[in-house]
Nanobody, 114 residues
């Protein structure tokens, strides 16, 4: 079955950096686009970044120039490099794919202190 396992969340000061990882299994990783989605308390989920099977990327306007999504198909892993973090980046970050339906990981908490 499809599994997505995120890691790398932490408490960091504003201006700092983190790298999130999501290890996938149960499907042909290289064939699918994969996304990072975040949800802050009281807010709706927000699509942060997507990388296609071909390596094309797209970002939410609020993270352009600060975040970078990448993938390692040999390791079935997608990464989110987050630089110049802001308090408003505080959220639970999930990786997500769509095959026959959406699949989500359990999330990893990112907290940015001011």
């Amino acid at each position: 079955q499809v599994q997505l396992v995120e890691s790398g969340g932490d408490l960091v000061q504003a201006g700092g950096s983190l790298r999130l990882s999501c290890v996938a299994s149960g499907f042909t990783f290289s064939s699918y686009a994969i996304s990072w989605v975040r949800q802050a308390p009281g807010n709706q989920r927000e699509l942060v970044a997507t990388i296609t099977s071909g390596g094309d990327t797209a970002y939410h306007d609020s993270v352009k120039g600060r975040f970078a999504i990448s993938r390692d198909n040999a390791k079935s892993t997608v990464y989110l490099q987050m630089n110049s973090l802001k308090p408003e980046d505080t959220a639970v970050y999930y990786c997500r794919i769509f095959t026959t339906r959406f699949y989500w990981g359990q999330g990893t908490q990112v907290t940015v202190s001011s």
